[in-house]
């Protein structure tokens, strides 16, 4: 054998065995590149700290039908982010993906919890539906939690994480609701409230007149037209004994089934309570030049100024619940004010108006078949108007002379922004922005993180101004009915021209 030959050989054999450890390595040594807008598939930094720390092996088995797959890449993209968690989990996270229906664990799955859906199939031009399955199971030692059906990328990191953490923490996060208006209830009035809730928390109805457990994560007080003193005597001695509170007061009550009667609460103990609080909630509604539009029957809907869009330009962006703002609609809301402050209490306002609002103060009228007068306001006193705070620190008592602990609660002029009527005005954002809240007020600043990393505010109109509004949709039609015909006209032209010159 010639030397050339034998250093081609070694050299074979030399770059085989580096590419076999290079392999092996990259086990345990790896990186990756997420080029997804948004990082849909890059763990946050909190996730990768929680499931860092893990002293147990968690379990996580994805229930996916193999026909799904057909349908939809989403799939796999879970599939892929399930792979994230194992990689940096540093061995205490395994993973599988498995079809139930193939190796005949339908029953096992749905004993757990993961639940089939039918889904529209088309094969060979045929259309026909199918069960399929697409849950998560996520087991630590004897404890399970579950997914039931998953096809979106958006929350899923949030929901993992936060079922992990439940589990290997041993929490038990409870959300304490009081309904403030004998008029409504959450079955009736808050169902997509209620339903978002219990997917991630204990969910605890508090009734009138009755001591607030201090077991409670947060106590969210939606409304006050019903509430006595009494109930805010309860309310107060459960945050100075450190519990976190969300209200969700209302300056005017308004009865859209008493053809929008509007009622001043001025006399609310609600209200009352809040202002000691330093706090103070108006007996107004504030209208916006930025706003929905609400819908009629028999006609289109109309632009309504007393239902606000919050845009990302009036949020705070230093408190975590807005830091990475998706959108908020407030319905009737009234405006909010810092008097009065106290000492060991900071004050951060977190929500406002655009700089065309006005109030309603006196001869309040929300009746959307006389909105037009309201829309077409051009008025000298429109300004910016304050719609929600944070306070945080040590409060001292309405009632009597204590301080209480240190502790924080979130203040917003308005209660109709969490009921049923978010169908309505097309505000599905609202529950996230409570479940943020409830996640800030609860001290999970990690999970927000989470759970906010990709969202945006993807609402249509965030043009502020109607004439903004205006302006732009008169240049899609310009664009759409005139600049884009003239230039296939032209072009159909040129080439008529061209191909006539050819011939002769």
Not at 304 to 327: C, D, H, L, M
Not at 439 to 462: A, V, Y
């Amino acid at each position: 054998m010639q030397k050339k030959q034998l250093k081609e050989i070694i050299l074979i054999v030399l770059t085989t065995i580096i590419i076999i450890l290079t392999a092996l390595n990259s086990v345990i040594y790896f990186s990756r590149l997420d080029l997804t807008e948004n990082k849909s598939f890059t763990l946050s930094a909190a996730t990768k700290k929680i499931i860092s720390s893990i002293p147990e092996k968690v379990h996580i088995t994805y229930y996916i039908s193999d026909k799904i797959k057909t349908i939809t890449p989403v799939a796999t993209e879970i599939e892929d982010l399930l792979m994230e968690y194992a990689a940096h989990s540093k061995g205490s996270i395994d993973t599988v993906s498995i079809d139930p229906g193939k190796y005949n664990l339908t029953t096992k799955a749905q004993n757990l919890g993961v639940q089939p859906q039918q889904v529209e199939v088309v094969e060979k031009n045929e259309q026909t539906y199918a069960m399929v399955y697409s849950g998560i199971t996520i087991q630590y030692l004897d404890k399970y939690e579950t997914i039931p059906f998953i096809l979106n990328l958006e929350t899923l990191e949030y929901e993992l994480t936060s079922k992990i953490r439940k589990m290997v923490e041993n929490l038990d996060p409870s959300i304490g609701i009081l309904v403030g208006d004998s008029r409504r209830t959450m079955d009736d009035h808050y169902k997509f409230l209620k339903e978002k809730i219990e997917m991630s928390w204990k969910l605890n109805i508090i009734e009138k007149g009755v001591e607030i457990p201090m077991t409670t994560s947060v106590l969210a007080v939606i409304g006050n037209k019903d509430l006595s003193e009494g109930d805010m005597l309860y309310i107060d001695d459960y945050i100075m004994n450190g519990g976190k509170v969300l209200f969700c007061i209302d300056g005017v009550d308004v009865d859209m089934m008493n053809n929008f009667s509007v009622l001043k609460l001025e006399d609310s103990p609600a209200i009352a309570m809040l202002a000691k609080y330093g706090i103070k909630i108006k007996n107004d509604v504030v209208l916006d030049k930025y706003s929905k539009r609400i819908p009629l029957r028999g006609s289109f809907p109309l632009v309504y100024p007393q239902w606000i869009g919050i845009t990302s330009q009036n949020v705070s962006k230093e408190n975590p619940v807005t830091s990475r703002f998706a959108g908020l609609d407030l319905l009737w809301a009234s405006s909010v004010e810092i008097q009065d402050k106290l000492e060991n209490v900071k004050y951060e306002k977190i929500l406002s108006s655009t700089d065309q609002a006005w109030t309603m103060e006196n001869n309040i009228s929300v009746n959307p078949y006389e909105v037009s007068l309201a829309a077409s306001y051009k008025g000298d006193d429109q300004r910016q108007i304050d719609l929600g705070y944070v306070a945080t620190g040590q409060f001292k008592s309405a009632y009597t002379d204590r301080t209480g602990k240190d502790t924080r609660i979130m203040v917003i002029g308005d209660s109709d922004f969490l009921s049923d009527m978010i169908q309505f005005s097309d505000s599905p954002y609202n529950i996230m922005f409570f479940e943020n809240a409830a996640e800030w007020l609860s001290n999970d600043e990690s999970l927000i993180q989470i759970k906010t990393k990709s969202k945006r505010d993807l609402r249509l109109n965030k043009i502020e101004t109607p004439e903004g509004q205006i302006k732009a949709i008169l240049f899609v039609y310009l664009v759409n009915i005139v600049l884009i015909p003239v230039l296939i006209i032209a072009f159909a032209i040129i080439r008529f021209i061209g191909r006539k010159r050819k011939e002769s």
